[in-house]
């Protein structure tokens, strides 16, 4: 079985950096590809990120690409999600997902989730 918990969530002012990560259990990391996803009350979950099985590939959305920076350490079985200039619109429950699937968009490409740690961007 297969666990992922999100950790690094809390509030933080605009402009401000934050660092989550992903921890994995139950299946090496290195066997998964693995995304972030965000999600805000009344709207449809977001694709964020992703990074490969083998960590040497990336994609990310355009409404973050140039200040999230994803990155996996499968030795650590581990995903981090590097967030910079944070604004109000990245307020949302940051959910960790794993599967097979490199690179999707698409929640149904992916068989794992975590709980998801909540990032308030306020003043």
């Known amino acids: 079985q297969v666990q992922l918990v999100e950790s690094g969530g809390k509030w933080v002012k605009p402009g401000d950096s934050l660092r989550l990560s992903c921890a994995a259990s139950g299946r090496a990391a290195s066997s998964l590809a693995m995304s972030w996803f965000r999600q805000v009350p009344g709207r449809e979950r977001e694709f964020v990120a992703s990074v490969s099985k083998d960590a040497t590939a990336t994609y990310y959305s355009r409404r973050v690409e140039g200040r999230f920076f994803i990155s996996k350490e499968n030795a650590k079985n581990e995903m981090t999600l590097q967030m910079n200039r944070l604004n109000v619109d990245d307020t949302a429950v940051y959910l960790c997902?794993?599967?097979?699937?490199?690179?999707?968009?698409?929640?149904?490409?992916?068989?794992?989730w975590g709980q998801g740690t909540q990032v308030t961007v306020s003043s």
């Open positions: 997902a794993a599967g097979d699937y490199f690179g999707s968009s698409e929640i149904r490409y992916y068989d794992y």
